[in-house]
């Protein structure tokens, strides 16, 4: 299955999903207008790998900044993630934070809680903000 | 009706100006913008209020207003009335301001809505305004497990995420208009955090 790939921009993530090296990047900030739009072919090639590759699956994440819609979208990720743990998949989401962004390390306790799969979360240091 | 036009109604008196210069008190107006919020003006206003605040050291306000920011502007985006097309797209209109005093900011947003949809936003402010923290966080929980409404593009998390970073309960106002419209307001204080 080919692999996905969309350039960031100032209010969306650069993503980088990869089904050889089972690896899916997600950097940035997220606040699109239209967030269910933005996610849709994401999700779309999440439920593709579950069905075609079928192996571990490594997720990392680095926001500076997410609005509410995008909040629910990732819901939804973690939700299909979740999904596929429980079937007998292997999932791992690596959650970064900058240093002192209780912010952005809130939003990733409060979405992946209750998830089935395995998560971290991982401090780096601060950087320019909002310039990702 | 060009014709008729007639000079001073074009020249507005130094008082009218002035009027709407000191409308939001004449405290530091940071950001005063009416007008289409399509989604590259609303990145640069956004830009350009975290600029203006990032002396904050610690940046927990910044991060705030910034975030309160975006879901007002967002809101005007997608539910204002007075819409028009931008670029292929239809964009809401309307009216965000920015003031600093000593201790605080003041985020103030307006836009035309229905009457009704005003009066399903009152009574959402109006649960969130009562609700402490840990209810508002189980809240927002249950609204991002919920499944979405057919064509709607927010969250419902939007007001929920305001409510928790704002220092007071959300301020929200109307302004009957013709046409069962209504011009609504929201006023958001923040404090600083140092």
Known sequence: MENLYIEGSKFTMEV??????NLCIMKGNSYPEDAINFFEPLNEWLEQYIEEI?????MEIQLYYLNSSSSKCFMDIFDILDEYQEDGGSVLVKWFYERNDDEIREAGE?????MSFKFEYIEIPES????A | MVNNHKEHDFYMSDSDLFSLYSSGGLEKTILMFKGLLTQDILVVLAEMLANNLSNDPRQKTTKKMFSIFV???QNIHRYSEERFISEGKEIGAGIVLVNEFKDYY???SGNIVQNNVYLSLKEKVDTLNKMDDTELKSYRKEKLKQKRKEGDKGAG???IDIARKASKPIGLKEKRLENDLSFISFYILLEKEF
């Open chain 1, 16 to 21: 980088n999903y990869n089904a050889e090296t």
């Open chain 1, 128 to 131: 320019s903000l909002y310039e």
């Open chain 1, 54 to 58: 079928n192996k571990p699956l490594t």
């Open chain 1, 110 to 114: 409060e979405l992946l809680e209750d």
């Open chain 2, 71 to 73: 879901e007002l502007a």
């Open chain 2, 106 to 108: 003041t985020l103030i």
């Open chain 2, 157 to 159: 998390v939007g007001l």
